[in-house]
């Protein structure tokens, strides 16, 4: 299940969602994301299905690396479903006990596990498809403004990058760590829910010691490399916007526009 976490990972590709500026890309997806969350009927949850099947497909990022990324929280979405069926008023389909599953319930945990699942694949398009070197100019530009206010705005988004580049590292170093655990005789999978945290112990230790062996290494380099923040720092690449990115930003908008029509003038869902 470790394996399968793959947030952070940028995979290199010339399609048009690769070549778009980053900054235009943060920006839709905060677009999708008020998107997602603005729909309240069936028809608005298609124009979504739409604006993802249509970016995934220009990305050509393989549609199983998708849903790969979609297994490790399965879990969640299992719980909240459960959740949402079991304690939602409404009118009951069966009762079990005191427990009864209810019409409003199963829709709105078909709702919350649609959105959960759209959003971490739809956000995840964005960090597969650009780097993090180019996100963090993204993220500094589009902050650009708060600099006016003393706000440290290079250093932020040099930490929300640094911290997006060592998911994918901390992720294959918890797997090393298991798999040594594991060969000295450790049994993770087995016994009750108390067991299995107690030997979660042996793990946690090791990877937060590499964690801030890692840190302290990364610092070191930066300070023998006299790096002293954004000031003065010129970049290889210069963010442009063209016309990849007017093309995607009208269709973004349309979406948003047709959801908030649809909201209008179709019913809700309950």
């Known amino acids: ?57 220009i990305s050509k990022i393989p549609f199983k690396l998708m849903i790969k990324g979609v297994k490790p929280i399965i879990p969640l979405i299992v719980f909240t479903s459960i959740l949402n069926m079991f304690f939602v008023a409404g009118d009951p389909i069966f009762k079990i006990g005191f427990f009864k599953i209810t019409i409003e319930g199963v829709v709105l945990a078909a709702k919350m596990a649609f959105r959960i699942v759209a959003l971490i694949v739809g956000t995840s398009l964005l960090t597969y498809t650009t780097s993090p070197i180019a996100l963090t100019d993204a993220i500094e530009s589009l ?7 003393k706000f440290p705005v290079h250093e932020m988004a040099m930490m ?4 997006l580049r060592f998911i994918p590292t901390l992720i294959e170093e918890t797997d090393k760590i298991m798999s040594a655990q594991k060969a000295r005789g450790a049994d993770l999978e087995s016994g009750s829910l108390m067991q299995r945290a107690k ?16 840190a302290e290494e990364l610092a070191l380099a930066m ?17 442009k916007y063209g016309r990849l990115d007017l ?7 349309l979406c948003l526009v047709g959801v908030i029509l649809i909201n209008l003038f179709a019913p809700v869902i309950p």
């Open 1 to 57: 299940m470790i394996r399968d976490i793959t947030l952070g990972q940028f995979f290199p590709g010339q399609s048009p969602v690769h070549r778009m500026d980053p900054r235009m890309k943060v920006l839709l997806t905060i677009v999708y994301i008020i998107l997602l969350f603005s729909v309240g009927n069936w028809l608005g949850f298609l124009v979504v299905i739409l604006f993802l099947a249509v970016s995934i497909g």
């Open 143 to 149: 902050l650009k403004p708060l600099k006016k206010v």
């Open 160 to 163: 929300m990058s640094i911290a």
């Open 199 to 214: 030997a979660l112990v042996p793990i946690l230790i090791p990877l937060f010691i590499s964690a801030f062996r890692r």
């Open 223 to 239: 300070e023998c490399r006299c790096y002293q923040g954004g000031e003065g720092r010129t970049r290889m690449r210069q963010l």
């Open 247 to 253: 093309y995607a930003a009208i269709f973004s908008l």
